[in-house]
């Protein structure tokens, strides 16, 4: 039921099916109307008839059969029949078409004289009947009886044929009309919901990163939506890296009166004591800011993320990092692979920076970046072949553990890497290379 | 040694350049990109040293601007942000080094004395030309594994020429690397630290160690040793 395509066929279809079948229903009630009302007519003209043959004979009123009006009347079983009854209920006269009895109760009360009695027999057989009665006054009243019932009847075979017929065609003609205006409606459908579908497509686009805004000319019903989902991917950017200058603001203006504070502190030949305590204060707060300012960077999973391939932010940070450590050649190899992970690339390459700067200072000459992309999650591995990492591993990465609590250099790196991965809902986890030395795995879920 | 530096917080550049000038370097200062710009094209340097988060002109502008001009000496980049993007977009503009503010006066001082010695072609701390032996960090002179007493000015002509130990080096050169851009610069009192030189490192004239090439300059000619 979510969706609205569903409700606009759903909605359409039971208006369809309330429309069509409430015009069937009064078509075929209308037209039921008039053909019984067209073979009331018809019996009436017969009784006319009947009655301008009508003439006082020995022993009371008598039927010329030669002046009956309908030839059908004559011919037996020919379906129009005519009786005349008088008041007491006695058969008078019959057709000579009239082979049967005549159906009970039919003739059992007359109706006033001068009025109609209209019915549709259905059992035995179908049949539509006309009941008149007419007073004979004059000479006739000798006889005994001055009152006349004369009874019609039609067969109505045909009619319930006819009638039958009718409603096939006509609700096979409903049908197929509704078949075509379902047809037509799913076309409206679809070319009404058409802008819709778009907004949707390029929305996902924008969700995997293949997309910044969505384009095109949009229906004014749509065009405030896709402008306010513009605009807020627009101001999420514009957020993000106004946070970002923030931050950096802050450390700039937090960390350079640290800066001048340890040189002054060198420059002021304390005794050893004293200058240890307040050189582990400032390694405190600097381990404070670092760590604080690169966890609040920490983009994390968000719905709108590009893809970044790993193996260019390896190559361009062992580039650096073979220009710093030129006095002790590195090889570095780097993924030969367009491996991408869901991350912020300023991320990336935090993670990265720190990870290939400790494998650099610690390996004797080789550092290998890996990526491993599996169905449930993608691993960035990075081996040395140093002298690995001491016993106590997962102490390095234990985040949430107050930076002031760390000495600085030890592990700040490491902890911060666990924390970039983390924002990400990824893992970190460090043991030993095939070389022997360090190896770190960080996943990153796909 | 002739360093600059370019770092607009006023008391960081002054505590710095204290502690420079207290190692026997010429310092150069600026507070700012625009300066900072000019002092990395025109002065004769050694090294240079420069914040990233500069005022005006940027730390990587003025690294691009020394480069394109031609300027080689080493430049070591100051970051407080300390972000990975910075340090390579520094390094890819031509810096050789980094180092993350806050950091201690010893570290950034080995970095620099580093970078000064790599430019010359040294890869140890410990520089080594035939039986003299200089140790940068210390600024310790040996000769046959004796120390020998060193003024501060001879030091630092002795470092300057074993820096560039086998290249010619002007008088000129040695006057605008060894002296502030202010002070009184008699080329003679170079001929003198050269002289006490010569005496102090070979006292019985056999190792003649510096050579000097009439016009040109002076030559450090013992091989250097690895």
Request: proline share 5%; with cysteine.
């Amino acid at each position: 039921m979510n969706s609205l395509k569903i409700r606009l066929l759903l909605a359409g279809l039971l208006l369809l099916a309330v429309f069509v079948g409430l015009t069937g229903l009064a078509l075929e009630r209308a037209v039921y109307e008039r053909s019984l009302s067209a073979e009331e007519d018809r019996l009436q003209g017969l009784v006319y008839g009947v009655l301008g043959a009508m003439d006082v004979g020995p022993g009371g009123v008598v039927v010329n059969p030669e002046e009956l009006p309908e030839p059908r009347l004559q011919t037996p079983d020919s379906g129009l029949y005519a009786v005349l009854v008088d008041d007491k209920g006695t058969e008078r006269w019959r057709s000579p078409s009239f082979l049967e009895d005549v159906p009970a109760g039919l003739t059992a009360g007359l109706p006033e004289v001068g009025d109609w009695q209209f019915a549709y027999l259905r059992t035995p057989r179908p049949l539509m009947s006309l009941l008149f009665t007419v007073r004979w006054a004059g000479e006739a009243t000798s006889t005994g009886a001055s009152e006349y019932a004369i009874l019609v009847l039609h067969d109505a075979e045909r009619f319930e044929s006819r009638q039958g017929g009718f409603q096939q065609t006509l609700w096979l003609w409903l049908v197929v009309s509704a078949g075509l205006l379902m047809a037509v409606q799913l076309a409206v459908l679809r070319w009404g919901l058409g802008p819709l579908r778009e907004v949707v497509r390029q929305v996902k686009e924008i969700e995997t990163g293949e997309r910044e805004a969505i384009a095109g000319d949009y229906p004014s019903e749509l065009r405030s939506v896709v402008d306010g989902l513009n605009g807020l991917i627009a101001h999420e950017a514009r957020q993000r890296s106004r946070y970002r200058n923030a931050l950096d603001d802050l450390a700039h203006s937090l960390k350079t009166p640290l800066a001048a504070l340890r040189v002054y502190l060198d420059a002021a030949r304390l005794d050893g004591e004293s200058r240890q305590r307040a050189d582990e204060q400032i390694s405190r707060m600097d381990g404070i800011v670092r760590y604080q300012l690169s966890k609040a960077a920490a983009a994390g999973a968000r719905a709108l993320r590009k893809p970044v391939a790993v193996a260019p932010v390896v190559a361009k940070l062992s580039a650096a990092l073979q220009k710093v450590h030129r006095d002790k050649p590195i090889a570095f190899e780097v993924p030969d692979d367009d491996s991408c992970v869901r991350a912020e690339q300023e991320d990336l390459m935090e993670l990265l920076g720190n990870l290939l700067e400790n494998a650099a200072r610690h390996c004797s000459s080789r550092v290998a970046v890996l990526v491993e992309a599996g169905s449930e999650a993608t691993s960035i591995i990075v081996d040395d072949d140093g002298p690995g990492f001491p016993e106590q591993t997962q102490a390095l990465l234990q985040r949430g553990v107050r930076a002031d609590a760390r000495t600085a250099g030890q592990g700040l790196g490491l902890a911060m890497v666990a924390e970039i991965a983390a924002a990400y809902g990824g893992t970190v986890s460090l043991t030993r290379s095939p070389p022997g030395g360090a190896r770190v795995v960080v996943s990153f879920p796909a | 040694m002739r360093i600059l530096i370019v770092e607009d917080e006023t008391a960081l550049r002054e505590e710095l350049q204290r502690s420079f000038e207290g190692l026997g370097y010429v310092v150069d200062t600026a507070a700012d990109g625009t300066e900072g710009t000019y002092l990395a094209r025109e002065n004769p340097l050694d090294i240079a040293v420069i914040d990233l988060g500069l005022p005006g002109i940027s730390g990587i502008d003025l690294i691009r601007e020394a480069r394109a001009h031609g300027r080689e000496y080493p430049i070591l980049i100051l970051t407080a942000r300390g972000r990975w993007q910075d340090k390579v977009e520094g390094l890819e503009a031509g810096a050789d080094d980094y180092l993350v503010k806050p950091f201690h006066s010893e570290e950034l001082l080995a970095r620099v004395r580093a970078l000064v010695r790599r430019a010359g072609g040294w890869s140890q701390s410990v520089l080594n030309c035939g039986p003299i032996t200089l140790a940068t960090a210390a600024q310790r002179v040996e000769l046959h594994d004796t120390p020998v007493e060193l003024t501060g000015y001879e030091y630092r002509v002795l470092e300057y020429l074993m820096v560039h130990a086998g290249d010619v080096v002007s008088k000129a050169q040695l006057t605008e690397h060894l002296y502030p851009d202010d002070a009184d610069r008699d080329s003679n009192v170079i001929e003198v630290f050269i002289r006490r030189l010569r005496t102090k490192l070979d006292p019985d004239s056999t190792l003649r160690p510096i050579e000097t090439l009439r016009g040109r300059g002076y030559r450090l000619t013992l091989p250097r040793q690895a």
